[in-house]
């Protein structure tokens, strides 16, 4: 093989990135990344938004996918920094009648809190809890014959089911509402089918690991991610925004961590018109619009489980959430907005100055909405935290051509890079044996829009790297084994 500046180069330093160069930098091959920005991290970014001394996390809050990642699981990302803290309540959903469903540690004990569920709980989530060691590689990668099918078709038979079909299941308002909640993370209508997937999981991570928050805010996984890579020989350039190859240096791979909009941009000419046409057709879901508070003190819920968890779902009941995802699915903007909202300095007394906090939310609109959704969020947390406004010392917003601004993988606010739904599932970006590798030899995509799609894991950068270090390196990359 002949020299090159480089073994291979990744464009952008999301989770995504930062895996896919450390797969390769481990092969000991010499690889440099390439992010446009500042600071790297993508999604994972913390700043002092609202005032001085309050850290907020700019992306990603809550990352039980990074502490069950079957890559990052392999790192010694302890020794560089990384530190996960785990609120005893995983999520909790309040309800107009005052009391929470929660989601804690302990799988009996949440079934056992939503009495007549109970048994229909236990069945659903303890054959995936109990599954997870084999399923977590099948369901966090691309498409394939899975080596566990006995666990895997119990999984997917439930997954592939839309969240209202498998509501059926519960009777309370309890039950129906924290599933709902959990399956709101799908981002687009419950009446799909296979949003039960994200919701299975996630479920599933409260009894396998929690529902923890990085020490320090979400900065600190990409801090750990990078210096990992750089402690065996890897290269970071910052502020080194890549809009053609020609500003490449030579290299045999190029890995980039863009949605297929900016690949396209940048790459477009050297694809196949199939490849193209795929790619032109790619679907962006529902975007998000956000806000981060700076607080004189913790949110007043009236339900005292809501008090102690890192994460909170404000939609009351599953028929409330079904109507807000459904109207936002249609370019509507709900007054009662189902609204994902996070507690970090509960448990991490480094976001906020000694007696206070800060807090971070946000809700589903339309695709590229401008509209400013504050006063509906906030109506939503005050009506199940009397109180809440009286604690605002200052507030930041981000809508979604703001969020894409800061973050241009977030096309239109979409978090997801691109809808999850069936037909993007394990085919996106597009229909190919690899969806990792792209018609150009040497090209690859390794972002969200890659199998298995959104969230803090790494997994579509591992695997898009593997694909490249057998096509253009001609290596066999050992099975991954987490520790």
């Known amino acids: 093989m002949d020299k090159r500046d480089f073994d291979a180069v990744v464009v952008g330093s999301g989770p995504n990135g ?44 809550i990352h039980p996918l990074a502490a069950e990642s079957p890559f990052f699981k392999t790192l010694p990302l302890a020794e560089h920094g990384l530190n996960f803290l785990t609120p005893p309540v995983a999520a909790a959903h309040p309800f107009d009648t005052g009391r929470a469903a929660t989601l804690v540690a302990s799988l009996a004990d949440t079934a056992h809190r939503l009495g007549p569920d109970e048994k229909a709980y236990r069945q659903l989530i303890q054959p995936i809890v109990r599954d997870w060691p084999v399923l977590a590689p099948a369901i966090l990668g691309p498409l394939r014959i899975p080596k566990h099918p006995l666990a895997m078709a119990r999984f997917g ?54 529902w923890p928050l990085p020490e320090g805010g979400a900065q600190v996984i990409a801090r750990a991610l990078a210096s990992y890579f750089v402690s065996l020989g890897g290269k970071i350039e910052t502020n080194a925004p ?50 981060d508070w700076a607080l004189d003190g913790p949110i007043p819920f009236t339900a005292p489980e809501c008090r102690q968890a890192g994460t909170i ?3 009351n009941s599953l028929e409330e959430i079904l109507a807000s995802e459904q109207q936002t699915s249609e370019g509507k903007h709900p007054d009662r907005p189902f609204v994902l909202l996070a507690q970090q300095s ?49 507030r930041h917003t981000f809508n979604t051509s703001e969020l894409e601004a800061f973050n241009s993988n977030l096309v239109g606010g979409d978090i997801n890079g691109g809808i999850l739904d069936v037909t993007q599932l394990f085919t996106r970006p597009a229909l190919r044996a690899s969806p990792y590798r792209t018609s150009a030899k040497g090209l690859y995509i390794c972002s969200s829009s890659t199998p298995p799609g959104g969230g803090v894991h790494g997994m579509c950068g591992h695997h898009a790297a593997r694909q490249a270090l057998q096509d253009i390196f001609k290596r066999q990359p050992e099975p991954l084994l987490a520790t």
């Open 18 to 61: 930062l895996a896919a160069a450390i797969t390769l930098q481990q092969a000991g091959l010499s690889v440099l990344i390439l992010e446009a920005k500042d600071a790297i991290g993508g999604g994972l970014r913390s700043a002092e938004l609202t005032l001085p001394g309050f850290v907020h996390d700019i992306g990603s809050a």
């Open 157 to 210: 038979l439930d997954a592939v089911t839309s969240a209202t079909m498998l509501a059926k299941r519960f009777q309370t308002l309890e039950a129906r509402g924290l599933w709902a909640g959990m399956a709101a993370h799908a981002i687009q209508p419950l009446t799909n089918v296979t949003t039960s997937a994200i919701g299975l999981v996630l479920m599933a991570m409260g009894h396998v690991r929690g």
């Open 242 to 291: 890549v809009s053609s190859l020609s500003q490449l240096p030579s290299t045999h791979a190029v890995l980039f961590d863009v949605t297929p909009r900016q690949l396209l941009k940048i790459a477009g000419h050297t694809f196949s018109s199939l490849y193209r046409w795929q790619l032109e057709r790619y679907r962006y879901g529902m975007g998000v619009f956000k806000v």
């Open 313 to 315: 779902h404000l939609g």
């Open 346 to 394: 509960l448990f991490d007394p480094t976001r906020a100055p000694a007696g206070k906090h800060t807090a971070w939310a946000y809700c589903h609109v339309p695709n590229g909405s401008r509209v400013d959704m504050t006063t509906a969020i906030e109506n939503q947390v005050e009506r199940f935290a009397p109180g809440f406004r009286d604690r605002i010392l200052a």
